[in-house]
């Protein structure tokens, strides 16, 4: 069922769909068999619950819909962790040579691996964060704090997501791939985050792939030249750390700044 009202992507008065922040087939993937309670676990800056409920409200026409699961989340779904031994997108950077390696992080240049789709990678980790920022979402009685990065980044970005627009001057993203599988497998990371000093700083996470999204004038040079999208070989990392260890921390400047002395 739906509501007739004006979509938040295409600003047309349509038949708004019951919009999910997360895909809809993601919570699918979360539920565990194995687990006395198979309900995933959904986490964010202000909540965290082990629950059946989805995080949805109305907000896109059904065009916009299934141009988010064509140009981004469909391709996710297929290569983020769905299993110990399913991991396609890991598995993939495996078999490839890294630019760099510290025992702890390995670069690759996903430009030059054909599996790898990072123009997909980016419009969903966009979509999502998108979403988090333009949308009232609620869970169980909570609502997830909204992002909020200004009406100027949300209308640039939105304008990207419909390919009327490109990708804002002042932002990057970049993207980080467990290199094996650990406890949250089972775990959804809202997005999360607010504004630093200098910039601001989000993040969000689905099995096995963790996004960070830098916004603002003042975004460090190093999340530039790690940016998926910006830099020319489009950078993803595979790391041996934690999807879930910093809800609620600021450490990926840190990171970066210390991986960008080691590699520049």
Same mark, same amino acid.
């Given at each position: ?48 619950? #082990?629950?059946?409920? +989805? %995080?949805? *409200?109305?907000? =896109? ?6 141009? @988010? ?41 996903? #430009?030059?691996?054909? +599996? %790898?789709? *990072?123009?997909? =990678? ?6 999502? @964060? ?59 990371? @809202? ?74």
């Amino acid at each position: 069922m739906g509501i007739e009202g004006i979509c938040a992507l295409c600003k047309r008065v349509s038949h708004l769909q019951d919009s999910h922040l997360m895909p809809k087939a993601l919570y699918r993937m979360l539920r565990s068999s194995e687990l006395v309670n198979p309900n995933p676990i959904l986490m964010s800056k202000n909540f965290i619950r #082990r629950t059946s409920r +989805q %995080v949805k *409200t109305f907000l =896109l026409c059904s065009g916009c819909e299934q141009r @988010f699961h064509h140009n981004g989340e469909n391709w996710m779904l297929r290569n983020c962790c769905r299993a110990p031994d399913d991991f396609r997108l890991r598995d993939t950077l495996l078999q490839c040579c890294p630019g760099y390696h510290d025992g702890q992080i390995s670069v690759y240049a996903a #430009r030059n691996v054909a +599996q %790898v789709d *990072t123009a997909k =990678l980016v419009y969903f980790a966009v979509s999502v @964060f998108w979403r988090a920022a333009v949308g009232r979402w609620v869970v169980e009685s909570t609502r997830l704090e909204p992002l909020e990065f200004g009406r100027n980044y949300c209308e640039q970005f939105r304008y990207f997501l419909l390919d009327e627009g490109d990708f804002p001057a002042h932002a990057a993203i970049t993207t980080e791939i467990l290199a094996f599988h650990e406890p949250s497998l089972g775990t959804a990371v @809202f997005p999360y985050g607010g504004r630093t000093a200098e910039f601001h700083f989000y993040s969000f996470a689905v099995p096995g792939v963790r996004f960070d999204l830098f916004v603002g004038k003042r975004i460090p040079p190093e999340a530039l030249r790690m940016c998926t999208f910006r830099s020319p070989e489009r950078l993803v990392m595979l790391t041996n750390g934690s999807l879930i260890r910093e809800v609620g921390g600021m450490l990926a400047r840190e990171r970066l700044s210390g991986l960008m002395k080691t590699i520049s």
